[in-house]
């Protein structure tokens, strides 16, 4: 009779240690890969379907090539799939859903990304705001402290892909919703530019602070065109901001001055 | 517990040690799964978004 009491307290156990293990470590494999899974073939799914006219040309941009004015989507209801995020610098099987709603019943744990309840949607003038897992649950976000100025945050709809770029992170409270606001942290503010927010949970595995990645709308690629050059591979060794960003990167005091 | 299970399995050790694996198998993929994303919502709730 103890030696079954023993038995089962050391099934316990193991069970405990198993959950651990697969809180932290293999649930995020398995679900991230079930993620990317997803959301590639939803990007198949997209390719798939007859193309959507282009929206008409806004202009011509000093390379030549043809500026859009980007179509806005209908807001997502709540755990509604409605787009795709792309980040370069997440690796490049990296495409996570982003549905309708933040909680995490219906949206962050099942899904992926989800869209606040006041965001603006992709092309939209104001504020894209995003939450995600920075850990567990597949855990989208995870690598948001180590992005650099100028990464490519690409959102993917159905008529093609939104191009913002990484400009800055920042830790706030838990409160902090004024991050949300259509100008970041001023929301009495009109700018007409378009913004994108992520949000996630700082430090890892915490829930005391919140940690904001803010980026800049950069172009709209109808999907006629096919995938924008904003989606190629990043080199983690010297990345986007080295080779193409508008300012290039700051890596030494003297380009520092030399921007100046 | 554990011992009379094994006794009950049929068949010689390396049959036995294969269902044992089989099993194994099955119960983990139950658990990592089904059951975990299951219970984790009920151990750590929290909402993690912008209050």
Known sequence: ??????????????????????????????????????????????????????????????????VYDPPVPPHPADGEVFANMLIPRCGAAYNVHIAGGTSRARTL???????????????????????????????????????????????????????????????????????LADVPRMPEQQTGERYITLTACSPMYSLAERIIAYGVFESFQPRAEGPPASLAAVDDATGPSDATGPSGGVSSAASFEGAL | MYAALWHLLPGPWWVRLLILLVVLAAVLYVLFFHVFPWVSPLIAPGEVELE
Not at chain 1, 114 to 129: C, D, F, I, K, T
Request: charged fraction near 15%.
């Open chain 1, 109 to 179: 744990d099942r899904i992926g990304i989800g869209l606040y309840a006041q965001s603006r949607m992709p092309g939209e003038v104001g504020n894209l705001s995003l939450a995600g897992h920075r850990t567990t649950w597949g855990k989208p976000f995870n690598r948001i402290a180590e992005l650099r100025l100028n990464d490519a945050i690409v959102v993917e709809t159905p008529v093609g892909w939104y191009t913002y770029r990484f400009r800055t992170l920042e830790y706030v409270e838990p409160t902090a919703i004024d991050v």
């Open chain 1, 1 to 66: 009779m103890l030696s079954v009491i023993g038995e089962l307290l050391l099934t316990a156990g193991v069970l405990v240690l198993l959950f651990v293990a697969w809180q932290l470590w293999i649930g995020d494999l398995i679900i991230s890969a079930q993620h990317n899974e997803k959301g590639a073939e939803l990007s198949r799914a997209w390719a798939a379907a007859p193309i959507p006219d282009p929206p008409p040309a806004a202009g011509t941009a000093a390379a030549g090539t043809v």
